[in-house]
């Protein structure tokens, strides 16, 4: 589910449409959790479908680890890539923030921690020599979504968190012990 103060906008003719925020959104606000309407969906059923809903799926989905794809519900399945993004993943199934999100303004994550992305070339943005995301980068930029994760788990307590009663009940503990910072946080690489 995303953040209630988001909407799909137009981005532009290359790019499609994305989510944007229509309020402040600090840094450290969950913007997106998997929740139980997220349809999750066997590579078996997938391959069942039509050609144009098999297509569909395959291009809004992601692949868990245990080889099932998620189909958000909701416009969560309009967030657009970015190699310097304002949204982190974390290894508790939802995203943060990762600085202030203006009203506006789109938000953004690395593609690159979706597991079982197939490679493709990106639109190239200023500052980053990154051009491509590749099925490696899991394992060659984790340490650097783990970095950003840390950090933004630091305002996790600061700031309201309207979705913050959709953590799985399995996270929970973990979840405030690092927000309270009396745990290490679970890196993501865990979930490759």
Known sequence: MMHPHTEIQFVSEQVGVGVFATK????????????????????EFIESLGDLQKADVYKYAYLE??????LHWDHAKYMNHSFKPNC??????????????QPGEQLTCDYGTLKGVEDFEC???EGTSRTKVTANDYLTYYEEWDEM??????????VEQPLK?????????KVNAVANGTAPMDSILTLY
């Open 88 to 101: 982190v993943d974390t290894a508790y199934n939802f995203q943060m923030a990762a600085k202030d999100i």
């Open 149 to 158: 994760a840390r950090d933004t788990f630091k305002y996790f307590n600061a």
């Open 123 to 125: 639109i190239s943005e």
């Open 165 to 173: 009663y959709l953590i799985n009940k399995q996270y929970v503990n």
């Open 65 to 70: 680890t245990d080889g099932v794809y998620v």
């Open 24 to 43: 402040l959104i600090p840094k450290g606000t969950i913007v997106w959790i998997k929740d139980d309407l997220d349809l999750m969906l066997t590579e």
